[in-house]
């Protein structure tokens, strides 16, 4: 079955970019799809940071958009987050997904929780 | 950017009572609603797509309705396994967005 896992470090600075990768397992990003990254800060919902078509076009949310870049490597068959000039309202748990526009994020990554402190 | 608006925000509830969520979008989104559950410490699941489409291998108990801009997710009888946190989200336009959850409680 498709599975996806994140991994990245789990501490960055305030002001550094933060960069986590998504590992596809079970299907080919190629084949299409929108995946995407959300995040969730302690204790509060779920934010859409952006999304990403298997033939590399993205898009983001506006909020983040002027941080945000999102990229696909379909030769390791995993996609990319960075996000640069982090502050502690960045800390949150980042996940990847499957899905984005017309597609419910229907398999998620099981998470991980990034925090920013110096 | 379409905003989502779910209530209530806290719902106490007791095993087989039938529990109702309800999400309003601030504008047109079709059906192009999903609603996910997600309980403390690991990632949503996905439970109904499109608005009415219950995903595979999720139990018959949740439903979901509604289009345009006013949504509802059902469960008929609600099971131990159930109290949980849920959102809706709207996949309709570029920015995707999410309702604030609602925290499904044991009365």
């Known amino acids: 079955q498709v599975q996806l896992q994140e991994s990245g470090p789990g501490l960055v600075k305030p002001s550094e970019t933060l960069s986590l990768t998504c590992a596809v397992s079970g299907y080919s990003i190629s084949s299409g799809y929108y995946w995407g990254w959300i995040r969730q800060p302690p204790g509060k919902g779920l934010e859409w940071i952006g999304s990403i078509y298997h033939s590399g076009s993205t898009y983001y949310n506006p909020s983040l958009k002027s941080r945000v870049t999102i990229s696909v490597d379909t030769s390791k068959n995993q996609f990319s987050l960075k996000l640069s000039s982090v502050t502690a309202a960045d800390t949150a748990v980042y996940y990847c997904a499957r899905g984005g526009l017309f597609n419910a994020f229907d398999i998620w990554g099981q998470g991980t929780m990034v925090t920013v402190s110096s | 950017d379409i905003q989502m608006t779910q209530s209530p925000s806290t719902l106490s509830a007791s095993v087989g009572d039938r529990v109702t969520i309800t999400c309003r979008a601030s504008?047109?989104?079709?059906?192009?609603l999903a609603w996910y559950q997600q309980k403390p410490g690991k990632a949503p699941k996905l439970l109904i797509y499109k608005a009415s489409s219950l995903e595979s291998g999720v139990p018959s108990r949740f439903s979901g309705s509604g289009s345009g801009t006013e949504f509802t997710l059902t469960i008929s009888s609600l099971q131990p396994d159930d109290f949980a946190t849920y959102y809706c989200q709207q996949y309709n336009s570029y920015f995707l967005t999410f309702g604030g959850g609602t925290k499904v409680e044991i009365k």
């Open positions: 504008q047109s989104i079709s059906s192009w």
